[in-house]
């Protein structure tokens, strides 16, 4: 079976900071991973996904993504924070080649503070 | 421009009423999907479709239905069994061997 844990449902930074979104996942079998971006009664927007091959991925807007299969962790981060951010961001995961079947963690509000 | 509509955008019904949302694509995606939101939840998978005229259920199946009669085409109907349909649906669709999925803009659904 598959999960994903997201910690903390309410992140606020200040403009310019680290944001640092954290998720954790479980899963029996090799996993993909991703992370979305939803703005108030709008859809997901991808942000940036692990499949395979090079750990650390780079995404739209500048954030990135580190898996980390010891830790089963694929925390969220972007260097200086924009007030464009704010939004609520979802990590999943899904198996090899049901890219659409996701299992979602419950979601991280995140606030930035001018 | 390929994408994914919802319709309506909002959607007010009365208990006891079935009602159905609509999902097309034109990205000439195999898979659709149907998600449930809720506050503090995530989204949590309803129905999927692989091919046409093929569904299966996915966690939270009960009270609603769907139909796969075309490609681009993935309806949803909440039935009046679904005890607690006011929600946020969101639609999206996946090529066969995609490793992501494309999202519609959702159709809040508020019973009342």
């Known amino acids: 079976a598959q999960s994903v844990t997201q910690l903390g449902s309410h992140v606020s930074v200040s403009e310019g900071a680290l944001v640092l979104l954290r998720c954790n996942y479980s899963?029996?079998?090799?996993?993909?991973l991703f992370w979305y971006v939803q703005y108030p009664n709008q859809g997901l927007q991808l942000l940036l996904k692990y499949t395979t091959g090079a750990t650390l991925v780079k995404g739209i807007n500048g954030f990135e993504a580190e898996f980390k299969k010891s830790e089963t962790s694929f925390h969220l981060t972007k260097p200086s924070a924009h007030m464009s951010d704010a939004a609520e961001y979802f990590c999943a995961v899904s198996r090899y080649n049901q890219g659409g079947k996701l299992i979602f963690g419950q979601g991280t509000e995140l606030s930035v503070k001018p | 421009d390929g994408g994914i509509t919802q319709s309506p955008k909002y959607l007010f019904r009365k208990e006891g009423q079935n009602v159905t949302l609509s999902c097309e694509q034109n990205?000439?995606?195999?898979?659709m999907y149907w998600y449930r939101q809720d506050p503090g939840q995530g989204l949590r998978l309803i129905y999927y479709?692989?091919?046409?005229?093929?569904?299966q259920k996915g966690d939270i199946a009960e009270g609603y239905s769907v139909s796969r009669e075309k490609k681009e085409s993935f309806p949803l109907t909440v039935t009046s069994a679904q005890k607690n349909p006011t929600a946020f649906y969101l639609c999206?669709?996946?090529?066969?061997?995609?490793?992501?999925?494309?999202f519609g803009q959702g159709t809040r659904l508020t019973v009342v």
């Open positions: 990205l000439n995606h195999d898979a």
């Open positions: 479709s692989q091919i046409v005229n093929d569904f």
């Open positions: 999206a669709s996946s090529s066969r061997v995609g490793t992501e999925a494309f």
């Open positions: 899963s029996s079998v090799p996993p993909y």
